[in-house]
């Protein structure tokens, strides 16, 4: 049983599809805490109410970076994670933070990487014209949003989107990316070839959705 500790910063609705498809599917692994480093964060809520301990480290608290990755890291252990799943969770995180948790730590970035990394991404895409826009899961590593691939949904930018209308149909392409990768972690699927991530056995690394649905 791989323990999951899943790190939000607020609506949480990517950690929740992964706490539902845990069970649905029957993983063999169990999300094992929810941390936010924000306390009014909605998602703690959700996680609170299935029964997943919730704890939260709020970032004001610390002068410094490295201080508040320390206390985050030593947080997080507490709860022996296996792996450590960034939900939208708002923060960079130092060096040292993401060595600890090298090849363990997965995040969800809501583009096609390596095109726009960082913030405003639904923004960008459009700005830039182009003709589809996606979701990556990646490995994190010292570079920001740059880590090994692991699976990438995509979706058409139709007539008419703004950053709104991106940012909800892509979340729905998140929520089928994001448990998939996870489930392969915890399946003990993955493996690093130079840059690449290989699935074993092997399973699309992709997924396109077409239609016109926005996450609930
Ligand atoms: C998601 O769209 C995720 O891709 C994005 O924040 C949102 C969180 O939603 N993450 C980033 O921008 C990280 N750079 P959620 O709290 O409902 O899962």
Redesign the pocket.
């Given at each position: 049983m791989k323990n999951i500790v899943i790190l939000?910063?607020?609506?949480?609705?990517?950690?929740e599809a992964i706490v539902r498809a845990c069970a649905a599917e029957r993983w063999p692994a169990r999300v094992a805490a929810v941390v936010s480093n924000r306390p009014d964060a909605p998602?703690l809520a959700f996680a609170a109410a299935q029964g997943i301990a919730t704890a939260v480290l709020e970032h004001g608290g610390f002068a410094e970076r490295e201080a508040f990755d320390a206390a985050l890291a030593d947080l997080v252990d507490s709860f022996s994670p296996d792996l450590v799943v960034l939900?939208?969770f708002?923060r960079v995180l130092t060096t040292g933070f993401v060595e600890r948790y090298a090849g363990r730590m997965l995040?969800?970035?809501?583009s096609l990487l390596p095109s726009f990394p960082g913030?405003r991404?639904h923004e960008r895409a459009l700005e830039a014209g182009v003709a589809l826009h996606g979701?990556t899961v990646h490995f994190v590593t010292a570079q920001l949003?740059h880590g090994p691939i692991v699976v990438q949904g995509a979706m058409p930018v139709r007539p008419g989107d703004d950053p709104a209308a991106l940012?909800r149909r892509?979340?729905a392409v998140?929520h089928v990316i994001y448990p998939r990768a996870v489930r392969w972690f915890v399946e003990g699927r993955l493996a690093l070839s130079g840059l690449r991530v290989v699935v074993t056995p092997p399973e699309p690394q992709w997924y396109f959705s077409d239609t016109n649905e926005a996450a609930a």
């Open positions: 939000i910063s607020g609506r949480g609705s990517n950690m998602g939900a939208g708002m995040n969800v970035h809501p913030l991404t979701a949003d940012a892509l979340l998140e």
